[in-house]
């Protein structure tokens, strides 16, 4: 796997997500991002534990990124979304940052203490973060925030954030987990976000993609439309290891077009 293709700072992207479905509730919609982020909080944690001091020190797959980098950006992202839900609670103004030098210069600083220090506050700080949901209400949820990126989103979209982030930079910490390795049904909406994102980029070069899903259902999307668009093709995770960088697209069929870095 490579990350050639990614950088730390646009690692997984807060303006690629799904609009709340019409047919539900703002609850029920975070709830749904709930229940996603506590099953890979689970497979995350037992990453991190694995981890001792020489392997939280050795390369994450994200450029200039150990993995104690990629650690600290996890805790700090989950402190970063408290503060969206203590908006959209109270209607006064919590920034996720209070500017990105200042969070940049948190998740350097904070790479470099002890392990066990990297992994309690880790802890610490997704008990905070499931904490702050259990504060929310419908009134609450369907309060607008605003993101780091400038972009207005409802409050019940920010479980999905934190679903995100924790499913795809584990994988960064390169520590023996893998896509193939996330809950049933996690792939495919990875997939649909990443897909949604590139649909709407100039840079993205044409391509039909047909993927095998893990339930032996396979799906086609267009990344751009072109007449001649080529066919890739394969395993649901090998597909989605390419499309963010995070895999050189080996065994997938058809020829392979040079991607943009996934932002």
């Not at 930079?169 to 649909?192: N, S, T, Y």
């Not at 995070?246 to 065994?251: E, F, K, N």
Request: hydrophobic share 40%; charged share 25%.
């Amino acid at each position: 796997m490579t990350g050639s293709r990614v950088s730390q700072q646009t690692a997984t992207p807060h303006d690629s997500l799904p609009e709340p479905r019409s047919d539900l509730s703002a609850t029920e919609y975070a709830e749904l991002g709930i229940a996603a982020a506590r099953q890979t909080t689970v497979l995350l944690t037992g990453v991190v534990e694995g981890l001792d001091d020489i392997a939280m020190r050795r390369p994450s797959l994200l450029p200039s990124w150990t993995r104690a980098h990629v650690v600290t950006h996890l805790a700090r992202n989950a402190d970063a979304l408290v503060n969206l839900l203590t908006w959209a609670r109270t209607g006064v103004e919590h920034p996720m940052y209070t500017s990105k030098a200042d969070r940049d210069a948190d998740i350097e600083e904070g790479a470099h203490r002890m392990t066990a220090v990297l992994k309690e506050d880790l802890t610490a700080a997704t008990e905070r973060f499931f904490e702050s949901v259990t504060q929310m209400d419908d009134i609450s949820w369907s309060k607008s925030v605003t993101l780091a990126t400038g972009r207005q989103i409802a409050a019940c979209m920010v479980p999905r954030l934190r679903w995100q982030e924790t499913a795809v930079h584990m994988i960064d910490l390169d520590a023996g987990i893998g896509f193939g390795d996330l809950p049933d049904g996690h792939v495919e909406r990875l997939l649909e976000l990443v897909v949604g994102e590139f649909t709407k980029r100039k840079d993205v070069p044409a391509v039909r993609l047909r993927v095998d899903l893990p339930d032996g259902r396979q799906r086609d999307w267009e990344l751009a439309a072109a007449k001649d668009s080529p066919d890739v093709g394969g395993p649901a995770p090998t597909v989605l290891a390419w499309l963010m960088g995070r895999g050189d697209g080996s065994g997938l069929a058809g020829d392979l077009p040079d991607l943009p870095a996934w932002l």
